[in-house]
């Protein structure tokens, strides 16, 4: 076998385990759940917005914002060690740690006591994070759009009657 062959593999092996080690903590999940009595099918639209606005926020803040940037660095610098390779594909892939946040945000509302005040912390900052990107499209879009207004001017032939 040639090594590339093993760490391949190696990381199939932990890709995997870690693919049972999510399973098994999703079941432990709904066994807590339903024996404190919590019926996840209740949750109102209201509270499926809010779960979803906080997961988006944790999972950009754990895969892309500088606030996590060390922590990724860390985790990537020892990814030869097959056990942080697995973390690293988790946090560098939004899709992967979506799923991982979407569990923890779901723990935090419903079983820890005051997890809530972050859930909505999370929700409120990724509802910001929301109205930013939408500032900040419009205001490009018109910059964009004065920047050639200005350039037409610039080079028209066009002189204003006098």
Known sequence: MHDNDTISSHHKFWNFLATIIYIVCWILLGYTLQRKGIKIEQVRIWELFLLALATY???????????????????????????????????TCPWCAGVWTAMLIVILYFLVPFGNVLIYLLAISGLGS??????????????????KVRNLREYSDYSKPE
Request: glycine share 2%; proline share 0%; no cysteine.
């Open 57 to 91: 926020r944790l999972t950009r803040i754990l895969v892309f914002d500088k606030i996590f940037k060390l922590f990724r660095d860390f985790i990537r610098s020892k990814s030869k060690l097959y056990a942080f390779y697995v973390v690293r594909e988790i946090i």
């Open 130 to 147: 929301f109205f930013v990107i939408i500032v900040n499209y419009f205001g490009l879009s018109t910059e964009e759009k004065q920047h």
